[in-house]
């Protein structure tokens, strides 16, 4: 599994670090997305694509 | 496909906790619908929850309310537009590139983390305020001594507003809020509490402070009048949201109690107990609105350029699609993550990471410096705020003995 996340279109809601810190954060300056971990684990793919489903800006893809 | 059409929307309540009866019936029929407006306009009624998150996470509409057709609701539908033009910061309403740049000021302000080190100054907030309602003795009001003062206090304080201060906005908000308002007044309330932004706005300037407005202007990013704007929404969305959600969200759970003794039994569930009140209160009559800029197809209806179409959140939040088992029931236990009280697209809920950390502090402290809190008047009593363009209690009676 690949995490893909797009700054531009990221409104900074913060769902995706409140669905699984692990593999994302939020920039201090502008609270866009930070990918953390590309390639999740077998343990974090179920929140990667919670997270995906969740994201209001559709700024995170999953493939 | 036969067409569902109303002539109106419905708004009357039957019961404190749920939307109108008729929206579960349109829903179950058509989850995107007609709706007649005030101007004769045949509109779209949305109900149905991932119909409502295609739509508000499409870029082919636009939340500039003088693109609206108006409901009957308000001011019997009739405002001219051009006195509904948006001022400059008001982003809520703005569409890219200016949404983009205003919000992107303020989303560093209310990241997750920045939100999560909060936790432990807004419990301090929250047991002051307890005890200062633990000094009635045994009786008072939950909305004016706990629900509304604890989301204003901590609004005040990081936007860097004299919480002293707030007569100079919270009459006005109400007034500008209220339903039975005319035109006028709501206008007259909002240029009262503009005059008092601006106000602000130059005495941060000459005196910054450590608060949000301050570092917004220090950016110098933001024009005066924008950074006004910007304040104004934020300070108002700040508290009247979430202490509405207090208030009725106590009241869901005292009239609950079986759901009640689950959340002070296993206080790990309070997270999701506030996903699950956000998801069966909702907060909002109705809506969001939107209008079409383009000709767009959603869920196999051709949605032309110039169409306006209300989403109905309360309805798509207990849409059993996305919820299944009983979505009129409230159980703290559900999954509740995924629901749209806080929107979907780019205009969700700024404030959102804040709201649930107060709302998560706010409700596990309560029940727990108040074992026996318990309504003190009968549940028919309690004035519902369906007045109010927010839902919620106007006052919550309760009583304690320990």
Same mark, same amino acid.
């Given at each position: 599994?690949?995490?893909?996340?797009?700054?531009?279109? !990221?409104?900074?809601?913060?769902?995706?670090?409140?669905?699984?810190?692990?593999?994302?954060?939020?920039?201090?300056?502008?609270?866009?997305?930070?990918?953390?971990?590309?390639?999740?684990?077998?343990?974090?793919?179920?929140?990667?694509?919670?997270?995906?489903?969740? !994201?209001?800006?559709?700024?995170?893809?999953?493939? | 496909?036969?067409?569902?059409?109303?002539?109106?929307?419905?708004?009357?309540?039957?019961?404190?906790?749920?939307?109108?009866?008729?929206?579960?019936?349109?829903?179950?029929?058509?989850?995107?619908?007609?709706?007649?407006?005030?101007?004769?306009?045949?509109?779209?009624? *949305?109900?149905?929850?991932?119909?409502?998150?295609?739509?508000?996470?499409?870029?082919?509409?636009?939340?500039?309310?003088?693109?609206?057709? +108006?409901?009957?609701?308000?001011?019997?539908?009739? *405002?001219?537009? %051009?006195?509904? $033009?948006?001022?400059?910061?008001?982003?809520?309403?703005?569409?890219?590139?200016?949404?983009?740049?205003? $919000?992107?000021?303020?989303?560093?302000?209310?990241? *997750? $983390?920045?939100?999560?080190?909060?936790?432990?100054?807004?419990?301090?907030?929250?047991? /002051?305020?307890?005890?200062?309602?633990?000094?009635?003795?045994?009786?008072?009001?939950?909305?004016? %001594?706990?629900?509304?003062?604890?989301?204003?206090?901590?609004? !005040?304080?990081?936007?860097?507003? /004299? @919480?002293?201060?707030?007569?100079?906005?919270?009459?006005?908000?109400?007034? +500008?809020?209220?339903?039975?308002?005319?035109?006028?007044?709501?206008?007259?309330?909002?240029?009262?509490?503009?005059?008092?932004?601006?106000?602000?706005?130059?005495?941060?300037?000459?005196?910054?402070?450590?608060?949000?407005?301050?570092?917004?202007?220090?950016?110098?990013?933001?024009?005066?009048?924008?950074?006004?704007?910007? &304040?104004?929404?934020?300070? +108002?969305?700040?508290?009247?949201?979430?202490?509405?959600?207090?208030?009725?969200?106590?009241?869901?759970?005292?009239?609950?109690?079986?759901?009640?003794?689950?959340?002070?039994?296993?206080?790990?569930?309070?997270?999701?107990?506030?996903?699950?009140?956000?998801? @069966?209160?909702?907060?909002?009559?109705?809506?969001?609105?939107?209008?079409?800029?383009?000709?767009?197809?959603?869920?196999?209806?051709?949605?032309?350029?110039?169409?306006?179409?209300?989403?109905?959140?309360?309805?798509?939040?207990?849409?059993?699609?996305?919820?299944?088992?009983?979505?009129?029931?409230? /159980?703290?236990?559900?999954? &509740?993550?995924?629901?749209?009280?806080?929107?979907?697209?780019?205009?969700?809920?700024?404030?959102?990471?804040?709201?649930?950390?107060?709302?998560?502090?706010?409700?596990?402290?309560?029940?727990?410096?108040?074992?026996?809190?318990?309504?003190?008047?009968?549940?028919?009593?309690?004035?519902?705020?369906?007045?109010?363009?927010?839902?919620?209690?106007?006052?919550?009676?309760? &009583?304690?003995?320990?």
């Amino acid at each position: 599994m690949k995490i893909s996340v797009d700054q531009a279109k !990221c409104c900074g809601s913060g769902m995706c670090v409140l669905t699984d810190p692990d593999l994302f954060d939020q920039n201090d300056e502008d609270g866009t997305v930070v990918l953390l971990e590309e390639h999740p684990d077998a343990a974090h793919e179920a929140s990667a694509k919670e997270a995906a489903g969740l !994201c209001p800006a559709g700024a995170i893809t999953i493939s | 496909m036969t067409e569902v059409i109303s002539e109106k929307l419905p708004t009357t309540r039957q019961t404190p906790f749920d939307p109108p009866p008729e929206l579960a019936r349109i829903r179950d029929q058509a989850a995107i619908s007609r709706l007649k407006f005030a101007d004769g306009h045949l509109g779209w009624l *949305v109900t149905g929850h991932h119909q409502v998150r295609e739509v508000l996470g499409s870029p082919k509409f636009t939340n500039d309310p003088a693109e609206h057709h +108006l409901l009957e609701v308000r001011f019997q539908g009739e *405002v001219p537009k %051009e006195r509904r $033009r948006i001022k400059p910061g008001m982003f809520l309403n703005q569409d890219p590139p200016d949404h983009t740049r205003l $919000r992107r000021m303020l989303q560093g302000q209310f990241t *997750v $983390r920045r939100m999560n080190q909060l936790s432990e100054w807004i419990g301090t907030i929250v047991d /002051d305020q307890l005890e200062h309602l633990r000094s009635f003795g045994g009786r008072a009001d939950l909305v004016q %001594e706990f629900a509304l003062p604890v989301p204003s206090l901590v609004i !005040c304080a990081l936007l860097g507003v /004299d @919480y002293d201060e707030r007569h100079r906005f919270q009459e006005d908000t109400a007034k +500008l809020l209220s339903l039975n308002s005319t035109f006028e007044e709501a206008m007259a309330a909002m240029e009262r509490i503009e005059a008092f932004m601006r106000e602000l706005i130059a005495r941060k300037k000459a005196d910054p402070g450590d608060d949000m407005i301050s570092d917004l202007l220090a950016t110098g990013e933001p024009t005066d009048e924008e950074a006004s704007n910007m &304040a104004m929404l934020l300070l +108002l969305a700040g508290h009247e949201t979430t202490a509405n959600m207090l208030g009725l969200g106590t009241f869901t759970l005292l009239r609950h109690p079986d759901q009640l003794k689950i959340l002070r039994d296993e206080p790990d569930v309070v997270d999701n107990a506030v996903e699950e009140l956000m998801r @069966y209160l909702s907060i909002i009559h109705f809506g969001p609105v939107r209008t079409a800029t383009e000709d767009v197809e959603i869920d196999g209806h051709l949605i032309k350029a110039g169409d306006t179409v209300v989403m109905h959140v309360p309805a798509a939040n207990r849409d059993p699609e996305k919820f299944p088992g009983n979505p009129e029931e409230l /159980d703290l236990r559900r999954p &509740a993550t995924g629901h749209v009280a806080f929107g979907h697209g780019i205009h969700q809920c700024l404030g959102q990471q804040l709201a649930r950390i107060e709302m998560r502090i706010a409700f596990a402290k309560l029940f727990q410096a108040f074992p026996d809190l318990r309504l003190d008047t009968a549940p028919e009593d309690v004035p519902l705020r369906t007045d109010m363009g927010i839902y919620g209690v106007h006052a919550l009676p309760v &009583a304690w003995s320990s």
